[in-house]
């Protein structure tokens, strides 16, 4: 699976942003598919996961400010960021296919190649 992720950018705090991650297949309605983010120093983390059946996964650190949704007709998961905070400054990464628990690295077969957001306090 090849993903596409966009929608990186500068925001003041407290502004939103928008990810999309565009799958190249067509059976992307299969898959789970995950967002990832690393900030620079620090490990991969798990932000927000969203599975085939829509159910959805939210790390403590974005619950109620983040919120991840796909449309399988547009082979795109979102990733709609509100309240943004410095602390989400990082390179988002999507994931795609995953076996094993959702909010692990090691669970999904697939990655983008990151989109850089960054909050200016």
């Known amino acids: 699976v090849q993903l596409q992720a966009s929608g990186g950018g500068l925001m003041q705090a407290g502004g939103s942003l928008r990810l999309s991650c565009k799958a190249s297949?067509?059976?992307?309605?299969?898959?789970?598919m995950g967002w990832f983010r690393q900030a620079p120093g620090k490990d991969r983390e798990f932000v927000a996961g969203?599975?085939?059946?829509?159910?959805?996964w939210y790390a403590d650190s974005v619950k109620d400010r983040f919120t991840i949704s796909r449309n399988n007709a547009k082979t795109t998961v979102y990733l709609q960021m509100n309240s943004l905070k410095s602390a989400d400054t990082a390179v988002y990464y999507c994931a795609a296919d995953r076996s094993g628990p959702y909010n692990n690295i090691q669970s999904y077969k697939s990655w983008g190649q990151g989109t850089q957001v960054t909050v200016s306090s």
């Open positions: 969203i599975s085939r059946s829509d159910e959805i």
């Open positions: 297949i067509r059976t992307f309605r299969w898959y789970d």
